[in-house]
């Protein structure tokens, strides 16, 4: 019996650029001024050049999009945090410093979506869920590393890790958050430092001028 041979849909490709253009076309009109509340699904669709249907085809409503939105987002700032290991290649206060920077330029570059996300977690608890979900997965990540840290013993037992990483994530997430709203990143570089060694010579307890590991 001859076997078939199937030739790959191009349904899912069709459906990833649509998803994306529309994602795309609502990161323009934010940058234009708009707010996401002001947004209608009828301008989103429009601007897409796509019907009211077609848009419901691929996102439930408004709030779907932005979880979507907020999940790439999410994805890769934690890419980024996890990558960085206080005693790894890139460890240490300067290797610290580099990935608050990496993070800054990640959300500079999606400023809009970012605000977006932070103006409806404000009044929706499916947005403000979704976000907290995030910051919870980076204080487990960071409660693992302390307590490594803790049993190698380059961090004082006494430490207590699920406080310090939430001190760490909520504070670092305030501050990167205004840096990106309020600032041009001309001073990124130099914010990233201070937030590092905050708390690389505070949390992690290591004395100036000793190496990462």
């Not at 290991?85 to 979506?113: F, K, N, Q, S």
Request: glycine share 10%; net charge negative; charged share 25%.
């Amino acid at each position: 019996m001859a076997s078939t041979t199937r030739r790959p849909s191009n349904a899912a490709a069709r459906r990833a650029a649509l998803e994306t253009r529309i994602l795309s076309v609502i990161e323009e009109l934010l940058r234009g001024g708009a707010t996401y509340t002001e947004l209608s699904v009828e301008r989103i669709a429009q601007a897409a050049g796509i019907s009211r249907s077609t848009f419901y085809l691929y996102f439930r409503d408004k709030v779907d999009v932005l979880l979507r939105v907020s999940g790439a987002l999410k994805t890769r700032s934690y890419e980024i945090a996890t990558a960085w290991r206080p005693c790894g290649p890139d460890g240490g206060v300067d290797g610290l410093a580099r990935t608050y920077e990496l993070i800054m330029r990640h959300y500079r570059e999606h400023a809009a979506l970012l605000a977006a996300i932070q103006e409806v977690a404000a009044y929706d608890p499916a947005v403000r869920d979704s976000w907290e979900a995030h910051q919870d997965g980076f204080v487990d990540h960071l409660v693992t590393v302390l307590e490594e840290e803790q049993r190698a013993g380059r961090t004082p037992a006494g430490i207590a890790s699920e406080a310090a990483a939430r001190v760490i994530v909520q504070g670092g997430g305030e501050v990167i958050a205004r840096q990106v709203a309020d600032s041009d990143g001309g001073d990124d570089s130099l914010v990233a430092h201070e937030l590092a060694a905050g708390y690389w010579y505070g949390v992690y307890r290591r004395p100036e001028g000793a190496p990462a590991g």
